[in-house]
């Protein structure tokens, strides 16, 4: 059962990260057209393109038969954990640079061609560089065993959070606003950052 903890961690995190996210506001575009199980696929597609490979790099990271990379490697990860959560309670400096990914995230959104590929290039370049997609190479390094799991719990994540956003659309934008998610996922990030020190130095 020891396979449910990477699931789980990376599930939650990729689940709160994405509530009221922008990549939700592309999932709810194209619902009015599209089969919701068509837009999922790509969703989980998008998500083994993005989360996936971070995962995978992390994971070969963590295999490195070093005990000092690795004791510096968990350091690093459980500390950007902890400052992602601070960072998160920060007000968004960089909103030309966001403003700019959502712009050519909206025009990938409007090619007619090949749905399922037009949303999983949108999801993996929308998570690309983001602090989840950071977090799932630390989450890797971790975890080097266990990268299938992660990789599960990530895309799981992602699926089930766009689901909602496709049920749910409207009541979502209108009781969870973006500050308040980001505000939550940095709680997480934070309690997951503080768990994973105490294991380091235990």
Request: glycine fraction near 10%; charged fraction near 15%.
């Given at each position: 059962?020891?396979?449910?903890?990477?699931?789980?961690?990376?599930?939650?995190?990729?689940?709160?990260?994405?509530?009221?996210?922008?990549?939700?506001?592309?999932?709810?575009?194209?619902?009015?057209?599209?089969?919701?199980?068509?837009?999922?696929?790509?969703?989980?597609?998008?998500?083994?393109?993005?989360?996936?490979?971070?995962?995978?790099?992390?994971?070969?990271?963590?295999?490195?038969?070093?005990?000092?990379?690795?004791?510096?490697?968990?350091?690093?990860?459980?500390?950007?954990?902890?400052?992602?959560?601070?960072?998160?309670?920060?007000?968004?400096?960089?909103?030309?640079?966001?403003?700019?990914?959502?712009?050519?995230?909206?025009?990938?959104?409007?090619?007619?061609?090949?749905?399922?590929?037009?949303?999983?290039?949108?999801?993996?370049?929308?998570?690309?560089?983001?602090?989840?997609?950071?977090?799932?190479?630390?989450?890797?390094?971790?975890?080097?065993?266990?990268?299938?799991?992660?990789?599960?719990?990530?895309?799981?994540?992602?699926?089930?959070?766009?689901m909602l956003a496709i049920l749910f659309g409207k009541f979502l934008s209108s009781k969870i606003s973006e500050n308040l998610m980001q505000k939550l996922s940095g709680v997480l990030f934070i309690v997951f950052g503080?768990?994973?020190?105490?294991?380091?130095?235990?």
């Amino acid at each position: 059962m020891s396979f449910l903890y990477p699931i789980f961690i990376a599930f939650l995190l990729v689940f709160i990260s994405e509530l009221g996210d922008k990549t939700q506001l592309l999932v709810l575009s194209f619902s009015s057209k599209l089969k919701a199980s068509t837009i999922l696929i790509g969703v989980a597609l998008g998500s083994f393109l993005s989360h996936g490979i971070a995962i995978l790099f992390g994971s070969s990271i963590g295999l490195l038969e070093n005990e000092f990379l690795h004791n510096i490697l968990h350091f690093m990860t459980y500390f950007s954990f902890i400052l992602f959560g601070i960072l998160s309670f920060l007000p968004e400096k960089d909103k030309a640079q966001n403003d700019k990914k959502d712009n050519f995230l909206m025009k990938l959104s409007k090619i007619g061609i090949g749905y399922i590929f037009i949303i999983a290039a949108s999801i993996a370049v929308g998570e690309l560089g983001d602090k989840t997609f950071l977090a799932s190479i630390g989450l890797g390094i971790s975890y080097p065993h266990s990268k299938l799991f992660l990789i599960i719990g990530a895309i799981l994540g992602m699926v089930i959070s766009d689901m909602l956003a496709i049920l749910f659309g409207k009541f979502l934008s209108s009781k969870i606003s973006e500050n308040l998610m980001q505000k939550l996922s940095g709680v997480l990030f934070i309690v997951f950052g503080v768990i994973g020190f105490i294991k380091f130095i235990i």
